[in-house]
């Protein structure tokens, strides 16, 4: 068996169903043996970032990793912000660097340099295979890295040589199914009783959740937990997968992409308990929201997250779901009164966001030109499975005005915030949940960059509905630049990307008009087909940012 053959049985046999990336001459064993296998989905892209985005979705979506298949050093160089995003987001991914011959770093052949230098700051692990008796096991290595404790990236660097040589005698292991979490580390009961004791005397408690709730699948436990108490629920950029924002208790996101009340919840608070929450600054608008007194617990996976960017009373290192069932456990043992004050604070909380957005939506400028509000209403209106994806820009911050119904409905490049990830990460979620509405929410400027991706929406047939809102500008950084008494390299022109998309083989449609956006999106919708709607929007319209954000600038 040559090595090529068994890593990718490997791979597949530990559970690894989608495959992406673009094929080049060291990818090519891999790419011809997965032809003729029907228990994997391969998707050729037209740009390595988008196949990193893809996968980035599949596996927040399913708990799996998926195999990006990247050529030589300029293939894994293309792909790197998709890689990057993924990594800082923690989501579990494999990436296959199928490299030139061994003798080509040496040597300083053509596509030649050292793939593991770029990103081994973010990535979890790395490990370049020199002999053919290597591969498997790094493989297996990898595989279980990406998805124990902290998910995260692995890479494996597979020299051509060694791919296409022979595995060699011996047996070759079982695959192992790898998914997150792998193993769930339970919490300290002494901590936990510390923690239960400090949850029962706060008067207004305040519920911050992060990403690691979403791989531990949480949600159930954590909403116990927030009835039980009858504390308000706070969610980040990726923990809007994790818990309902449908629920009376979750207010939904906070800090520099959320909503303003919410960040009061916050700062009101005279206790703060994070689960699978970094306390990052995107949460907490750079640590402006936390009370300056209040005590806090935090509860991550990862012990070296835990106090990184704010002191903590109490420190629980444990998997999200396993802390929240032990504090639920804690505290039913004797009935915990609920002050009226902390309902009347908790009521407050929400009649304030309830205010705010209407505020937002009153302020709609009646000047012939199509608003952002108009666009937010109408997807407000999808099912609540719908899943959404979104870009880095202004439009992001209207993305974000809409509640997350459903795990895995929010999808977005949070801590690297790169642009060119929405159109990729809509494809994942089509992927790996065709049965669900999928919308992608993104700029001109961030479409432009995936934009040969089309094409790939069309021929594997992913019928996601694609928004773009368009400015024709860099709208978030425009302001920006103005601030320093000039305009420049943020105004650009675009083309009809409704016209474009039936030339790439979707459906396109064009906003220009107020009162246009509903009939084209539930048109779209119609279709069953990949579409685009081409939003033509008043270019002065600006996102609500809450006070803290500009605090924390």
């Not at 495959?19 to 892209?45: C, E, K, Q």
């Not at 660097?157 to 070759?172: M, N, Y």
């Not at 949460?283 to 903590?312: K, M």
């Not at 642009?419 to 999928?438: E, F, N």
Request: proline share 7%.
């Amino acid at each position: 068996m040559k090595v090529y053959q068994a890593v990718l049985d490997q791979l597949i046999g530990a559970g690894v169903t989608y495959f992406s990336g673009m094929i080049g001459s060291t990818a090519a064993p891999y790419a011809a043996t997965l032809a003729d296998r029907n228990d994997m989905r391969y998707v050729g892209v037209r740009h390595e970032h988008t196949a990193a985005s893809i996968l980035d979705a599949t596996a927040r979506l399913t708990g799996k990793p998926g195999c990006l298949m990247v050529h030589g050093a300029s293939g894994f160089l293309a792909a790197s912000a998709g890689i990057a995003s993924a990594a800082l987001d923690s989501t579990p991914m494999f990436i296959l660097s199928a490299t030139q011959e061994r003798r080509a770093m040496e040597s300083g052949w053509w596509q030649t340099m050292n793939v593991q230098t770029p990103l081994s700051d973010v990535l979890k692990w790395q490990k370049r295979v020199e002999r053919p008796d290597q591969a498997i096991e790094a493989v297996r290595a990898a595989l279980r890295e990406a998805v124990s404790g902290k998910p995260g990236v692995a890479q494996v660097d597979l020299p051509i040589d060694v791919s296409a040589d022979d595995l060699g005698p011996g047996e070759v292991p079982e695959p192992i199914p790898v998914h997150t979490p792998l193993h769930r580390p339970y919490p300290d009961p002494a901590l936990v009783k510390e923690a239960a004791a400090l949850l029962r005397s706060a008067e207004r408690p305040v519920l911050l959740v992060g990403g690691g709730a979403m791989y531990s699948g949480a949600a159930s436990a954590l909403i116990e937990l927030a009835e039980r108490l009858h504390m308000p629920v706070v969610n980040s950029p990726t923990s809007r997968n994790a818990v309902p924002e449908t629920h009376p208790l979750v207010l939904g996101p906070s800090g520099i992409v959320g909503y303003e009340p919410v960040g009061d919840a916050i700062k009101e608070a005279d206790l703060v308990l994070a689960i699978g929450s970094r306390l990052s600054d995107l949460q907490t608008a750079r640590g402006a929201l936390l009370p300056g007194d209040a005590p806090i617990i935090q509860v991550d996976i990862d012990s070296a997250a835990i106090g990184q960017n704010h002191a903590v009373t109490v420190g629980i290192a444990a998997d999200a779901r396993a802390c929240a069932e032990a504090l639920n456990e804690a505290l039913v043992v004797e009935n915990i009164e609920i002050s009226s004050a902390r309902r009347d604070w908790v009521m407050s909380l929400a009649t304030r966001i309830a205010d705010w957005q209407q505020a937002w939506f009153d302020a709609t400028p009646d000047n012939g030109k199509v608003q952002p509000q108009e666009v937010v209403q109408a997807l407000m209106t999808l099912p609540p499975e719908t899943i959404f994806t979104h870009g880095a820009g202004d439009h992001g911050f209207y993305g974000y005005m809409v509640p997350v119904a459903s795990p895995g409905a929010h999808l977005v490049s949070t801590r690297l915030g790169a642009m060119g990830c929405a159109l990729g990460l809509a494809l994942g979620a089509k992927l790996s949940r065709p049965d669900q509405t999928v919308i992608g929410c993104v700029g001109d400027g961030d479409f432009m960059l995936q934009i040969g991706d089309l094409e790939t929406m069309a021929r594997e047939n992913l019928s996601a509905v694609m928004v773009v809102f368009n400015n024709f500008r860099l709208g978030s950084q425009r302001k920006r630049v103005e601030a320093y008494g000039n305009v420049m390299g943020v105004d650009h022109g675009n083309p009809d990307f409704a016209k474009l998309a039936d030339l790439f083989g979707c459906r396109g449609f064009r906003v220009d008009t107020p009162g246009q956006f509903d009939a084209a999106l539930r048109e779209a919708l119609a279709t069953g087909a990949p579409c685009v709607i081409d939003v033509i929007m008043d270019p002065d319209a600006r996102p609500p940012r809450i006070a803290a954000s500009r605090e924390a600038r």
